[in-house]
T-cell receptor, first 114, second 113 residues
Framework: AQSVTQLDSQVSVFEEAPVELRCNYSSSVSVYLFWYVQYPNQGLQLLLK??????LVKGINGFEAEFNKSQTSFHLRKPSVHISDTAEYFCAVSLFRGYNKLIFGAGTRLAVHP | EPEVTQTPSHQVTQMGQEVILRCVPISNHLYFYWYRQILGQKVEFLVSFYNNEISEKSEIFDDQFSVERPDGSNFTLKIRSTKLEDSAMYFCASIRTANTEAFFGQGTRLTVV
């Protein structure tokens, strides 16, 4: 079975500081990796995805993530955050095969302060 | 930009009542999903639907739950006899083809009293 662990339930940073949200996964088979963002009272929006190819993937709003197969990690980073990045961030995996259900981590609540 | 739409945004129902949550997936998408998020917990997979039938379901998706695509555009989740523990945010999602990204609706917050 697959599982996703987001190592920090909450992260608090000041505006313009860098941030890293950590995600580790467990799977005996190959997976696709995703980061979704949920702004208050809104649905889930895809930030970025790793399907294959370059292990460094760039997403929307200046976010990027690096897939590390040996460490089974997919940490999300942004070099300089804005107040508007305050949201909940979810790491998720889906299997190469099957019907592509997503298995989510518990989420990391990012608070950006002025 | 095409989007997944869900109605209603919030529904309050009495325990034991039936509820139907509605979703309109993106029109050229072929795979459909329901997820739920109990307050303070992770988003959990409920069911996937492809080619007019359930393709996979989780342990949560017991006999009280059913899904339907009645008319080629709507995708519904029915809970026959709601329990207090069914209170959650329910998300609909769709995928165009296998191994592409899922697009989510805004969610329906279901409150069972």
């Amino acid at each position: 079975a697959q599982s996703v662990t987001q190592l920090d339930s909450q992260v608090s940073v000041f505006e313009e500081a860098p941030v890293e949200l950590r995600c580790n996964y467990s799977s005996s088979v190959s997976v696709y990796l995703f980061w979704y963002v949920q702004y208050p009272n809104q649905g889930l929006q895809l930030l970025l995805k790793y399907l294959s190819g370059s292990t460094l993937v760039k997403g929307i709003n200046g976010f990027e993530a690096e897939f590390n197969k040996s460490q089974t990690s997919f940490h999300l980073r942004k070099p300089s955050v804005h107040i508007s990045d305050t949201a909940e961030y979810f790491c998720a995996v889906s299997l190469f095969r099957g019907y592509n259900k997503l298995i989510f981590g518990a989420g990391t609540r990012l608070a950006v302060h002025p | 930009e095409p989007e997944v739409t869900q109605t209603p945004s919030h529904q309050v129902t009495q325990m034991g009542q039936e509820v139907i949550l509605r979703c309109v997936p993106i029109s050229n998408h072929l795979y459909f999903y329901w997820y739920r998020q109990i307050l303070g917990q992770k988003v959990e997979f409920l069911v996937s639907f492809y080619n007019n039938e359930i393709s996979e379901k989780s342990e949560i998706f017991d006999d009280q739950f059913s899904v339907e695509r009645p008319d080629g555009s709507n995708f519904t989740l029915k809970i026959r006899s709601t329990k207090l523990e069914d209170s959650a945010m329910y998300f609909c999602a769709s995928i165009r083809t296998a191994n592409t990204e899922a697009f989510f609706g805004q969610g329906t917050r279901l409150t069972v009293v």
